[in-house]
């Protein structure tokens, strides 16, 4: 096998569909109700830039997406804005994006840079999955320089626990997600290995004129060229998977058990 066909095999091997492989009865149902998917970020530039085209996707094929955003990452304002204002413009940036998109956005306004791991927060992102009852949550993984992004990953591993224990009495009904995925970030790079691709390419275009709307994506409170980095990865990952423009996940491990039957 040549370096063209290995890459080809991954395109038609890849995640055509999000959603896992079942019977044609279950195909048939998931075609007429594609599912949820929530997002959970640390804050609402990695939720819009690693997770939103996939959001958008999902919308755009009939299913609902919902992106939940620990903090409203004010600590980014830039030199003279303030760090409350700038946290009401990202907040009033993820809103604009979520309706164009066609997606809904939650924010739980835990205090950027001071995002909690404790048994608190794993709770009370708990009690979000089980009102929102997604089959797939995507979230930081956590190979990452940025404490908020590691807690992050925490927080959501035990609140995917916690949702589908059914013995926690909580205020609402338990709920089991039947997979977690993690985002391609630039800041969690660390030990992240991509294994499964979506075709983003139908809202490709619409996801970055909603990534414009905030400043950072446009390069202005920083150094690091958000809309060059991810415009083009998006661009790259179509290379290993075949679709004109992709996103990449990581599976978590407990999802990579595969079964053979040899015949
Ligand atoms: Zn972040």
């Not at 924010?107 to 840079?113: A, K, R, V």
């Not at 609402?172 to 977690?180: D, E, L, Y």
């Amino acid at each position: 096998m040549d370096r063209r066909s290995f890459a080809q095999g991954i395109g038609s091997a890849a995640m055509l569909s999000v959603f896992p492989k079942r019977s044609l009865s279950a195909e048939a149902s998931e075609a007429a109700h594609p599912g949820k998917i929530m997002a959970i970020a640390a804050h609402p530039g990695d939720g819009l830039f690693t997770m939103g085209a996939l959001l958008a996707q999902q919308a755009e094929r009939r299913g609902t997406a919902v992106l939940v955003n620990l903090s409203l990452g004010e600590r980014g304002a830039p030199k003279n804005t303030p760090v409350n204002q700038y946290g009401e413009m990202q907040r009033a940036a993820t809103e604009k994006a979520a309706r164009l998109l066609g997606i809904d956005a939650v924010f739980m306004d835990y205090p950027d840079g001071e995002i909690p791991f404790n048994e608190e927060s794993a709770l009370r992102v708990c009690d979000a999955i089980r009102e929102h009852k997604p089959d797939i949550v995507v979230t930081h993984w956590g190979g990452s320089w940025h404490k908020d992004h590691r807690n992050c990953h925490r927080i959501v591993r035990d609140a995917v626990f916690f949702a589908a224990l059914e013995t926690l009495e909580r205020s609402r009904a338990a709920h089991s997600v039947s997979k977690v995925f993690y985002a391609d970030n630039w800041e969690d790079a660390n030990r992240f290995v991509a294994d499964t691709y979506i075709d983003v390419d139908p809202v490709y275009e619409k996801w970055l004129r909603a990534c414009d709307f905030y400043p950072m994506w446009r390069g202005q409170t920083g150094f690091f060229r958000y809309n060059d980095y991810y415009g083009s990865l998006s661009v790259m990952r179509r290379c290993v998977s075949g679709f004109k423009h992709a996103v990449a996940l990581m599976a978590d491990e407990s999802q990579r058990t595969q079964r053979l039957r040899f015949l």
